[in-house]
């Protein structure tokens, strides 16, 4: 008779924690337009603003065949680094604020390929801070359906403390993306602790 109140128990336990769970949302692209929800400016960036054999283009999508669960808009990002100026990179910038992320375990937001055009499988995301020292994460697994990337802060490549987090940046390089032009669609930016 005990193993059933144990289990009965673990579960509220369970249950209670997830209601206490906090979550900030940072950028859902519902709007269509910016800032983010934290009020921080995004946009893409190329490694050279003047050449055009590698760039990366944002846009925002409303069609319900595409939009993250059918409705509302979702980012999307067209990349290329499939140059013969080499080095080839460039990607997507969000400012975060300058916030304190040292009491958040991870960030989350949703990726999904688009399957007409081509994709990577792999990218790379970076958080930056006020004094410009970067940390990274290689992402792996995007497919052609939605699917939820979480990068927990503790596996990140870091040097510095996340205390005055300025910058979340989306990297395209041709070292680590696993095609060399693509798009991408992304959507529902989330901390969570």
Known sequence: MRKPTILLLSLLILNFSLLNAEELKIADFDRGEKPNLISGDYGTWNRIEWDRSQF?????????????????????????????????????????????????????????????????ETLTVEMKNIHGKIASFLVEGITSKWRKIVVPFEAMNKAEDFSEVYEFSIIFDEKTVTKKTGRIFIDEFYLYR
Do not use: H, Q
């Open 56 to 120: 990366c283009n944002e846009s925002i999508t409303s069609d319900p065949r595409i939009a993250y669960n059918g409705r509302g808009c979702s980012l999307t990002l067209d990349y290329d680094v499939d140059s013969p100026n080499s080095p080839a990179y460039n990607g997507f910038w969000m400012r975060l604020e300058r916030m304190d992320l040292r009491n958040w375990e991870y960030l989350s937001f949703y990726a999904k390929g688009d399957e007409g055009i081509g994709y990577t």
